[in-house]
């Protein structure tokens, strides 16, 4: 264990941020931590790296107890912030020059350091240049790059792909993946399931100050009873393939509109391939897809509400 | 020392901040020694080979900016510690007491060069007397870490950036104007405040260090006796001034510190 929260309590006057927050963190992993906004996410990673103090509970990091006044432990961690907090009026390695000097790094060491990072992140033609002149991705990887210079042991993202297109969004995601094979325990905040699926080890799901759900996201979407939902385009809609499709075990309900029918089935009953033999048995099918549970559909069991936005559900 | 070249680099790479705390107040001496010059009779008073108008304009104009130069510190501060920016260097391993003292190191560094610049431009150009060079380098060093600490207290007390940078300027007009060096002649018919505006001000004793120390002695207008008074070489008022300056820097820094644990940001 790279880091651990045991009982963690927050509050901001009556306002309970983090709620007996427990929350362990592995070494090398990718830990997504998912919440809507006001979760208490980004109340989490500030207590873990040390900067807002708590009022009760413990923290640990790399087996010492976390505060706010122990500054050695933040030698071995790194934090990229959710808004660009690189300086504009900088150039691109000067501010990696910066960052490398503020955690340690000098000299010939320094150097290879930020050598590195503009080559990982993808900068090293514009290395000269201020932040000013890069497009939003750019920006967002500069972002990053200053926060692995110093080869942090854990690093720590608090919703890094915000605001950006899709095609950055990618990038920063894979870079996330080859940063943990290099050996860094990743901590991974955002709102995005999509994000959290593509590349998290384990998800810890958090909501109202605490973490009401965690594990893998198998083990996640385990936990939920849901339903299937089967849509599919037949090339011989009739009542006779209706019927055959009811009588399908674990099928709940059909319904049927021209060539469009909706199946809702029992979860992982595996009645994708019974109903295309069915259907291919009356004619063929045309097009078939199965709306699988997701973290989404976790969250919404669990609260009652959507994840996106903590709307109601 | 790393922090605070970072910060010294940032204040010379800024054109605005540049051509406002550096370029514009050599261009402000240059403007009103010539206006000046060719305002009186008979051309510039010479003392022992000296501009008088020179040393007067470039010293007075020079203290002006040096009480200024609090901006340094607000505009630093307020753009590293309050936005989100703050979250990413306190992450680093370096305490917020460290990242204000290099501010603060590279901002009265910044504006000595600035304050020597000035005066060596109007004594090579304007032919203007630089005054007794310790006491004029002693004196400008403690104005600029007066103006920092102030900068400082003005941050912790106020929100909005451009409100601070506005208080921290108005505050070295609020000094002078009233004193009559600068732009109107102003009589105050309430001894109190004569005397306050006159003595012990920030600015007045600032003046009065350097101008006793040098050739011309204390400039500021002397309401008592209508005329103004020329004292000559006086060290002993020069060092007075230095001492009650630095007391005030002093007890201004006393404040922050008293107000900084009282405050959070």
């Avoid at chain 1, 045991?6 to 509050?11: F, G, L």
């Avoid at chain 1, 906004?37 to 790399?62: H, M, P, Q, W, Y």
């Avoid at chain 1, 660009?84 to 150097?111: M, P, Q």
């Avoid at chain 1, 199946?263 to 009356?282: C, P, Q, Y």
Wanted: charged letters at 15%; a neutral charge.
């Amino acid at each position: 264990m790279i880091a651990s929260m045991r009982n963690v309590v927050k509050r901001y006057g009556d306002t309970m941020a983090l709620d007996h927050l427990d929350l362990n963190i592995a070494e090398g992993e990718i830990l997504g931590l998912l919440g809507p906004n006001g979760a208490g996410k980004t109340t989490a990673i500030r207590s873990l790296i040390g900067l807002i103090s708590i009022d009760s509970g413990e923290i640990k990091v790399f087996g010492e107890s976390q505060g706010i006044n122990n500054t050695s432990i933040r030698r071995n961690m790194g934090l990229v912030t959710q808004e660009i907090t690189v300086f504009t009026e900088l150039s691109a390695i000067e501010n990696l020059r910066y960052f490398g000097g503020l955690y340690g790094l000098k000299g010939a060491d320094l150097e290879s350091n930020v050598k590195r990072v503009l080559e990982f992140i993808g900068l090293t033609e514009h290395a000269k240049k201020r932040p000013s002149k890069f497009s939003g991705g750019m920006q967002r990887r500069l972002n990053i790059g200053c926060a692995l210079v110093h080869r942090p042991k854990l690093l720590i993202m608090d919703e890094p792909t915000v605001g950006i297109d899709p095609q950055s969004r990618n990038h920063i995601l894979e870079s996330v993946k080859l940063i943990a094979a290099e050996g860094t325990t990743v901590v991974y905040t955002t709102h995005y399931m999509e994000e959290v699926q593509a590349i998290c080890n384990r998800i810890s799901i958090m909501d109202s100050g605490r973490v009401i759900a965690e594990g893998t996201l198998d083990e996640l979407i385990g936990r939920i009873h849901h339903e299937d939902t089967i849509r599919m385009i037949a090339a011989s809609p009739s009542d006779a393939l209706t019927e055959d499709i009811k009588a399908v075990s674990g099928v709940k309900n059909v319904s049927v509109s021209g060539n469009n029918y909706v199946i809702i089935s029992g979860a992982d009953s595996g009645n994708l391939n019974r109903i295309m033999e069915v259907t291919i048995k009356h004619g063929g099918v045309v097009n078939i897809t199965a709306d699988k549970s997701n973290l989404e559909d976790v969250f919404l069991t669990l609260t009652g509400r959507k994840l996106r936005d903590g709307g109601e559900g | 020392m790393m922090i605070t070249k970072h910060y010294f680099k940032r204040l010379l790479v800024e054109p605005i901040g540049l051509a406002i705390n550096v370029f514009f107040p050599v261009l402000l001496v240059f403007i009103n020694v010539t206006v000046n010059v060719n305002a009186m009779e008979g051309g510039d008073t010479l003392f022992s080979g000296y501009s008088v108008t020179a040393t007067s304009i470039a010293t007075l104009i020079m203290v002006m900016f040096q009480f200024m130069y609090g901006t340094h510190m607000v505009d630093l501060f307020f753009r590293d510690f309050k936005n989100s920016r703050r979250w990413r260097l306190l992450a680093a391993p370096a305490s917020l007491s460290k990242y204000l003292f290099s501010i603060m190191m590279a901002s009265v560094f910044f504006s000595v060069l600035t304050g020597v610049l000035i005066m060596a431009v109007a004594a090579i150009a304007l032919n203007a007397h630089v005054h007794n060079p310790f006491v004029l380098l002693t004196v400008i060093v403690i104005i600029a870490v007066f103006s920092q600490v102030f900068g400082m207290l003005v941050s912790l007390l106020i929100r909005k950036k451009g409100v601070a940078e506005a208080v921290c300027v108005l505050f070295s007009f609020f000094m002078i104007v009233p004193s009559g060096d600068f732009l109107v002649t102003i009589n105050i018919n309430i001894h109190a405040l004569n005397v306050f505006f006159n003595y012990m001000t920030p600015y007045a004793q600032a003046m009065r260090a350097i101008m006793a120390s040098g050739i011309m002695g204390n400039s500021v207008s002397d309401n008592f006796g209508g005329a103004l008074q020329y004292m000559g070489r006086d060290m002993s008022t020069a060092l007075l001034n230095m001492g009650t300056l630095t007391a005030t820097t002093i007890l201004l820094a006393i404040i922050v510190v008293i107000v900084s644990r009282r405050r959070s940001f």
